[in-house]
């Protein structure tokens, strides 16, 4: 029999909707019968007690809200009863212990990457072109149309089809078939491509940051190589580029080819060089095979978009556990999206290994805020109308719940936007809470797989790393099976533990990593790319 209602921590006083229940009814919490006040729609919450105006609202152990009117036993959780309230963040307290996760069973498993020379170990081989400066997109536009057309697989899809036949003779049947016209002339290589609208126009520290990004997308171990475009009178000049590269990799070996516009003539001598040049490097890049690596050399963003009242429950602990066991094999996480960890600091402090750390991470924190509150806002307005209407109605609730995504392990580093992972275990990563921002910063962390959960859906990819997504609930894994590859609503149902889940998702994790099977992102062609622009326009 499905469970009606689920109480996340001991210390909880709201309990979660499982599926949905009348007014008037009577729902089982364990032994605990409580009759329902109002209408709860599945994935929102109620009161397990009577609430007077200022009373703390406890889920996942933490304060996640106060009630602003008196809310009785069995009455949903509401914007209009419940406001933001977390709990006061002090310096590091204490240092929380961790026992790993036992991993006899994956200790020998390797998954099959590209090795480079300075030790990481790819889930993909890319040869990368980007432009500094947005004047160059239409440069790598062409370039990427010419690419696309002759070194990769082409296919005519349905929707074409379609309006092919509207144009021909007015039917409006959709043609559900694709058509394969060519085949791929490399089979180790892919060929990808970057825009952005970034590189000039703003203060000179966003094109600093972007170089940063940039570099890391080249330093990431799924590129084998680079065609950079530059203009020439961009902030992002190509010697700011190449420092920033120099910073994180000093003995690149990667062959990076660099061309400047303004010094190169007319448009068509620039891209035929550019053209020939590149070809030379991918043929090259094509000749590396992959190989054996172990696990540890997995490097594993963590990321939730699209959340939902089960994302905390289900998705989110799942990769939590994931995180746990390739932390335990020497592996590397990266938790981001600063504004939904507001809410959960302190446990965040007292994880990180060093005070140091723990002083790094409130700084971020504290500056990103204050940036955010200057602008006329704040991280209480985070929760977004779908998180609102499936029921994360503050965001220290979306936090406390997105948090589970970094599991239990310790915190080995703090990273600010642009600097790259040096330290295996978990790191903290300043980003936005933005999917696709929170995405791109991860990748070009270091990160060479993402696992992406969503509860309402998104169709959010990248271009160098597969994104793996992972539903909070099967009804969404059902409805958009395009997007979805693990679907961790058994857990919701009570068919599936967490722990079981997450060994699921390790298996996935390598079967993709190693090339035996795509992520569905990288089917759709998904390859978002935003950098997070914290400056001004002048």
Known sequence: MQKQLIKVHPSDNVAVALINLSKGENAFLEEQEILLVSDVKAKHKI??????????????????????????????????????????????????????????????????????????????NVWLFFPLVFCENRNIEILKEVFE????????????????????????????????????????IEVKFITHAGGCGGIRQDSETLARLLAGY????????????????????????????????PDNKKPILMYEQQKMGTVDEMLSAIIKKSFEGIKEANKIERKPAPLSKLRLGLECGGSDGFSGISANPTLGYT??????????????????????????????????KADKFLGLMKDFEASVVNAGSGFDMNPSPGNIKDGLITDAMKSAGAAKKGGISPIVD??????????????????????????????GSGANVVLFTTGLGTPTGNPIAPIIKVSSNSELAEKMNDIIDIDTG?????????????????????????????????????????????????
């Open 47 to 124: 009161a397990l007690t009577d609430l007077e105006p200022s009373d703390k609202i406890i889920m996942y152990g933490v304060l996640v809200g106060k009630a602003n009117t008196k809310i009785k036993k069995g009455e949903v959780l509401t914007t209009g009863n419940v406001t933001h309230q977390s709990e006061k963040v002090f310096g590091k307290t204490d240092s929380i212990g961790w026992n790993p996760p036992n991993v006899d069973k994956w200790k020998d498993r390797t998954f099959m990457g590209y090795h480079r020379e300075d030790g990481q170990v790819g889930t993909a």
């Open 414 to 443: 703090v990273l600010d936007y642009g600097e790259y992972v040096t330290e295996s275990g978990l790191n903290l990563l300043c980003t936005p809470g933005n999917d696709v921002e929170s995405t791109t910063a991860m990748v």
């Open 490 to 538: 058994g857990i919701i149902k009570g068919e599936k533990t967490i722990e079981e889940m997450a060994e699921q998702t390790l298996e996935e994790i390598i079967e993709i990593a190693s090339g035996t099977k795509q992520a569905k992102a990288k089917l759709l062609n998904q390859d978002d790319f935003i950098p997070w622009k914290r400056g001004v326009s002048l």
């Open 149 to 188: 057309k002759e070194l990769l697989t082409q296919k005519t899809n349905s929707h074409r089809m379609l309006l092919r036949s509207l144009v021909n003779d007015g039917e409006s049947s959709v043609a559900t078939e694709t058509h394969e016209v060519t085949t791929n002339v490399f089979d180790n």
């Open 323 to 356: 995180s746990d066991l390739l932390v335990a094999l020497g592996g590397t996480a990266i938790l981001s999206e600063f504004p939904e960890l507001c809410g959960v600091e302190q446990e965040l402090v007292n994880r990180c290994v060093t005070e140091e």
């Open 218 to 249: 080249v330093k990431n171990p799924n590129v084998a190589g680079a065609t950079v475009l530059s203009l020439g009178c961009q902030n992002l000049q190509i010697d700011i580029f190449n420092q920033a590269l120099e910073a994180i990799s």
